[in-house]
C-alpha cells in the first residue's frame, strides 16, 4: 500500500493515476520503475546519491522520511487499486481520487500541482483538450502538465521538471537550474467534483 504525502507549504504536490503492483507491494510511487525517481534527481527536485535510489529499502526511507520534510513534495494518486497498466483502470474509477486531490490541493495548498501524464490529467478534468505545460491555475496553485515519466527522453522530463522546480521556488535549493520561460495554454479547466 502506498502511503499519500500531503502537507502544508508543499512546493510541488505531484498527481498521478494509480500504482502499479510492484510499487503498491514496495510502498513507494514509481518504485517497479525508477525512472521518476532518477528524473527527480536530475532535476535538482532531491538532492541523493542515485544508487540509494535503486534501492527498494533506501528509496522507501528518502520517501517516508525525506520527501515532505526535507524535499516539501508531496505525492497523491486518482486510484488506490494497482493495476499492470491503465486499461485495468475502471471508468468512473477516479472520481473519488478526483474529490480526494480537490481537496488537498484546497486545504494544503501547495504552490505547483503537477500532473504526472496526460491520462491523470485527462481523468481529473473529464477532458481530452489540453497540451503538455503551464494550465490554468487551481485554487492559487499553478498548475502543470508534465510528460509520463517512463515514456521518451529523460531530458525532457528533466527540463520540465526543472521548470516546474523554478516556479515552486526550489532553484537554489539543491542543483543548479537552467531557466525557462513558462508557456500557458488553453486547456479548458473542467473539473468534476
Not at 532531491?46 to 527498494?56: A, I, S, W
Not at 473519488?96 to 490541493?105: C, M, P, S, T
Request: charged share 25%.
Amino acid at each position: 500500500m502506498i502511503r499519500y504525502k500531503v502537507s502544508k507549504n508543499a512546493k510541488i504536490l505531484f498527481v498521478g493515476i494509480n500504482p502499479h503492483p510492484g510499487s503498491y507491494r514496495r510502498g513507494v510511487p514509481f518504485s517497479n520503475n525508477k525512472m521518476f525517481w532518477y528524473l527527480l534527481n536530475r532535476a535538482g527536485l532531491l538532492d541523493e546519491v542515485e544508487t540509494d535510489l535503486k534501492r527498494d529499502e533506501t528509496l522507501k526511507h528518502i520517501y517516508d522520511k525525506k520527501f515532505v520534510p526535507k524535499y516539501a513534495l508531496n505525492f497523491v494518486n486518482l486510484v488506490d487499486r494497482p493495476t499492470i497498466d491503465i486499461t485495468g483502470v475502471t471508468k468512473g474509477e477516479e472520481r473519488k481520487g478526483v474529490r480526494r486531490a480537490l481537496k488537498i490541493i484546497e486545504t494544503y495548498q501547495p504552490r505547483v500541482v503537477c500532473f504526472i501524464g496526460k491520462v491523470t490529467f485527462n481523468k481529473f478534468h473529464g477532458s481530452r483538450k489540453c497540451a503538455y505545460g503551464w494550465q490554468n491555475k487551481m485554487y492559487d496553485a499553478s498548475v502543470y502538465l508534465m510528460h509520463f515519466p517512463i515514456r521518451g527522453p529523460a531530458s525532457i522530463r528533466v527540463k520540465e521538471l526543472r521548470e516546474i522546480g523554478q516556479v515552486a521556488g526550489l532553484n537554489s535549493r539543491f542543483h543548479s537550474r537552467t531557466k525557462s520561460s513558462a508557456r500557458q495554454n488553453n486547456c479548458q479547466m473542467a473539473a468534476r467534483i
